[in-house]
């Protein structure tokens, strides 16, 4: 009897040891199915402060895509002449979102991410300098497709443009992004 017990025992903790529940994943969207309904599903609406963020960052990004093809000019915020930090202000200032002039002023500001959480509006910062320490550039995400991220920025050899997070140049530069929405 005490042999039975031990080994009742034993299979009690071996099952015990065992795997626990498995995690439930949740998707981002979910879908009701309403039985004998002629609509098949259902799909919950975004809570409204999503949609009011989206709107904004479209609306940002529609006014930094009016620079496209502005030429570079350190220090300037028209379109006869525009920096990467000039993109953003200006393009955050026509929307009534106050923020510093200078990229590593902009980069203290927000909350950080990670690069994997990138949505549209949020800013990308860059390191390009090979000599100083310190933040220089940034970015406006403007789509994100996958792990593709593109990002509207001014550069001194092409002007105002979007280019890719996947850019051999770009990646290698990355320091971090921020969420400011």
């Known amino acids: 009897m005490l042999r039975k017990t ?7 903790t071996v099952a015990a040891c065992g795997p626990g529940k498995k995690k439930r994943t949740y998707s981002k969207t979910r879908t009701i199915t309403v039985e004998g309904s002629t609509q098949d599903t259902i799909s919950l609406p975004k809570p ?26 350190y220090g300037g915020i028209t379109n006869k002449g525009m920096d990467c930090s000039g993109l953003v202000y200006v393009s955050l200032k026509e929307n009534d979102i106050l923020f510093p002039r200078a990229s590593h002023q902009m980069a203290l500001e927000g909350q950080k991410i990670n690069v994997e959480e990138v949505q549209k509006g949020d800013l990308l910062y860059f ?29 001194t050899s092409r002007g105002v443009l979007v280019s890719s997070l996947r850019e051999g140049y770009w990646n290698h530069a990355f320091v971090k992004a921020m969420r400011i929405l």
């Open 6 to 12: 031990i080994i009742l025992l034993l299979i009690f």
């Open 48 to 73: 409204k402060k999503e949609e009011r963020r989206n709107g904004k960052a479209e609306a940002i990004i529609s006014t930094a895509m009016t620079f496209s093809g502005t030429r570079y000019k």
């Open 127 to 155: 390191q390009t300098s090979k000599t100083g320490n310190r933040i220089n550039h940034v970015g406006l995400v403007v789509e994100v497709d996958g792990d593709d991220i593109q990002f509207i920025h001014a550069t």
